[in-house]
T-cell receptor, first 114, second 112 residues
Framework: DVKVTQSSRYLVKRTGEKVFLECVQD?????MFWYRQDPGLGLRLIYF???????EKGDIPEGYSVSREKKERFSLILESASTNQTSMYLC?????????????FGPGTRLLVL | SQQGEEDPQALSIQEGENATMNCSYK?????LQWYRQNSGRGLVHLIL?????REKHSGRLRVTLDTSKKSSSLLITASRAADTASYFC????????????FGQGTTLQVKP
């Protein structure tokens, strides 16, 4: 079974702090994704990566950056957390993007920025 | 903008009844997927239907796809309380990036 893990289930941070959300997958997947999920807005793609050291902006990249130094790990960074970044963050991975395979999700990190 | 739009937004049924959720999308697709999310958890992939398929089954799930109407439906037969969750359809965008575009989801409550 594919396993996608996220470093924290719940996180509380203060405005202005730098926040790191880690995601690790164990299936040697090429593609990794970061979403945020908010009531009434559904899932929105923040960043994605289809190879090590590669990254692409999603629909809402402002205020975020990412890092993919190893194939299995994809980190989301909030450079200076703000209250409007309070949200549920979901990481996902998938195989060959040419064939548009299913995405496998981690359990999510619920972030509260005070 | 969201590619997929689910209907209804919320659905409440009794255990044993069937639940039908619909999804509409805007652009051409290679496949359409359905995911399930239990409260406060990540999404779990349920079923994928390709653009050249019209119907697909998986256990108590039945998915149909009508590319002429740009719509899909998910039917859960003989529902159980454990089916209570949110259900999302998702499609790939036109670019070959592996990106999925999710709808807003249908929240299903199955009462015991």
């Amino acid at each position: 079974d594919v396993k996608v893990t996220q470093s924290s289930r719940y996180l509380v941070k203060r405005t202005g702090e730098k926040v790191f959300l880690e995601c690790v997958q164990d299936m040697d997947h090429e593609n990794m994704f970061w979403y945020r999920q908010d009531p009434g807005l559904g899932l929105r793609l923040i960043y994605f990566s289809y190879d090590v050291k590669m990254k692409e902006k999603g629909d809402i990249p402002e205020g975020y950056s990412v890092s993919r130094e190893k194939k299995e790990r994809f980190s989301l960074i909030l450079e200076s957390a703000s209250t409007n970044q309070t949200s549920m963050y979901l990481c996902a991975s998938s195989g060959d993007r040419q064939y548009q395979e299913t995405q496998y999700f981690g359990p999510g990190t619920r972030l509260l920025v005070l | 903008s969201q590619q997929g739009e689910e209907d209804p937004q919320a659905l409440s049924i009794q255990e044993g009844e069937n639940a039908t959720m619909n999804c509409s999308y805007k652009t051409s697709i290679n496949n359409l997927q359905w995911y399930r999310q239990n409260s406060g958890r990540g999404l779990v992939h349920l079923i994928l239907i390709r653009s050249n398929e019209r119907e697909k089954h998986s256990g108590r799930l039945r998915v149909t796809l009508d590319t002429s109407k740009k719509s899909s439906s998910l039917l859960i037969t003989a529902s159980r309380a454990a089916d209570t969750a949110s259900y999302f359809c998702a499609t790939h965008g036109s670019s070959n990036t592996g990106k999925l575009i999710f709808g807003q989801g249908t929240t299903l409550q199955v009462k015991p």
